[in-house]
């Protein structure tokens, strides 16, 4: 079988999802959820002029000349109005956020004037008309699109809401993925760790990158290389509610206790395609299982995560109706020289810093062992290099794939 590219691969993968259904959910509740639909704001906001600051609100044509005396004939703290008019030669104390009274277009700050008695205020500095005024509307007006559909929403998004009075908002449901590792070696975090065995690490690794990218990910525990284990997990699969996706570690490749094509095909698998032209990452199956995507990743953390940001993330945003699904792509300049590359598509653990110019520059870790977490877990980006790519010098631009801080 011949090894398909990473772009054909993609679109076969990105062609089997579709957005999942949506939910109303509280505003409380939707830190890190994905708008479904376009959130419009329910009031204006500020819904009258108000001042951006302590000091008192004038005429400008009154503090055109200054130092000048005016009377004082009111005040406007937050949360309370002066109801009068400023009419010449007079002035009201306000408060930041208070209501700018009729006649008044403008705010001297407090420290540009002297109380000189409870009536009377003099102005040291005057300044220009409607300085230190917030305008009605200025943030947004009623009916003004806040939120578009597929906007991942941060802290940022939630507070901009909730002074709209966007109390509800409707978002897609999380994709539930589920995550089957296999093999006789791995031990659960925590359990005690034999001779010959290592701890299963991509279980957490990959379940965190789904959460962090609005998923929520379901462990299916260890499989052993066996029959009756890996049926065992199929069954409890099946007994599992809502799976959107199965992801399967390790049991991927050739050797003699790779069962998962064998036993899972058995059960209903129909492969659509077995490994890509890509590396690290090259025995990657993608598959229906009974109606259910799956995506078979290598065991060794590197090539899973690798694999996972190339293929599960975009199905997963996919799911979400995200517009530009996948991590995201950006150029940087090399900070080194690179060898040729082979016929795979090579994804390199780099590090990239941003240049006071604007641009970047990237580094390649010196060691790309598939095996090696210690480098992944300092890399920000993986280093693209194209099938055949000749050699390249230090400060020739490169594509690089953003990872999440």
């Not at 109005?81 to 009419?87: A, C, E, I, P, R």
């Not at 806040?146 to 994709?175: D, E, F, K, W, Y």
């Not at 009756?228 to 206790?257: C, F, N, P, R």
């Not at 299982?289 to 290598?298: D, Q, S, Y």
Request: proline share 7%; hydrophobic share 40%.
């Amino acid at each position: 079988m011949s090894l398909m590219p990473v772009d054909q691969a993609l679109e076969i993968i990105s062609q089997s999802f579709s957005r999942l259904e949506t939910e109303s959910i509280a505003l409380a509740q939707a830190l890190g959820r994905t708008a479904a639909e376009d959130h419009h704001a329910k009031l204006t906001q500020p819904p009258f002029d108000a001042s951006a600051m302590d000091g008192y609100a004038v005429r400008a044509a009154d503090v055109a000349k200054c130092p000048v005396d005016l009377t004082v004939i009111g005040e406007a703290p937050a949360g309370q109005s002066f109801d009068g008019t400023v009419q010449p030669g007079t002035c009201i104390r306000i408060f930041t956020g208070g209501p700018v009274p009729k006649g008044a277009d403008t705010v001297i700050m407090q420290e540009n004037t002297d109380r000189l008695d409870e009536s009377t205020v003099r102005i040291m500095t005057g300044t220009e008309q409607g300085r230190n005024v917030r305008p009605a509307g200025n943030d947004f007006t009623e009916g003004q699109m806040l939120i578009a559909a597929g906007t991942a929403l941060t802290s940022r998004h939630i507070g901009m809401m909730a002074a709209a009075n966007i109390a509800v908002v409707t978002v897609t449901r999380r994709p539930r993925i589920a995550l089957l590792s296999t093999g006789d070696e791995l031990v659960t975090i925590g359990d005690p760790v034999g001779p010959n065995q290592i701890i299963s690490s991509n279980t957490l690794l990959l379940s965190s990158l789904i959460v962090e990218n609005g998923g929520e990910a379901i462990d299916l525990g260890i499989a052993r290389d066996t029959v009756a284990s890996l049926e065992q997990k199929i069954a409890l699969l099946k007994a599992t509610d809502k799976v959107d996706l199965l992801i399967t570690i390790g049991g991927a490749s050739v050797g003699d206790h790779d069962l998962v094509q064998k036993v899972l095909g058995d059960h209903g698998l129909t492969v659509i395609f077995w490994k890509i032209a890509m590396r690290p990452g090259k025995p990657m199956i993608f598959g229906d299982f009974n109606a259910l995507p799956m995506i078979g990743l290598p065991g060794n953390p590197a090539s899973a995560y690798v694999c996972a940001v190339n293929f599960m993330l975009p199905a997963l945003h996919i799911m979400l109706g995200r517009p530009t699904p996948g991590a995201p792509k950006s150029i940087a300049l090399l900070a080194h020289d690179l060898p040729d590359n082979g016929s795979r598509q090579n994804y390199m653990r780099a590090h990239y810093q941003n240049l006071a110019d604007g641009s970047r520059i990237v580094t390649a870790t010196p060691r790309q062992d598939s095996a090696k977490l210690s480098t992944l877990a300092q890399s920000n980006c993986l280093l693209i290099r194209p099938p055949h790519a000749p050699k390249a010098a230090a400060g020739e631009p490169v594509d690089i794939l953003l990872l999440l801080p």
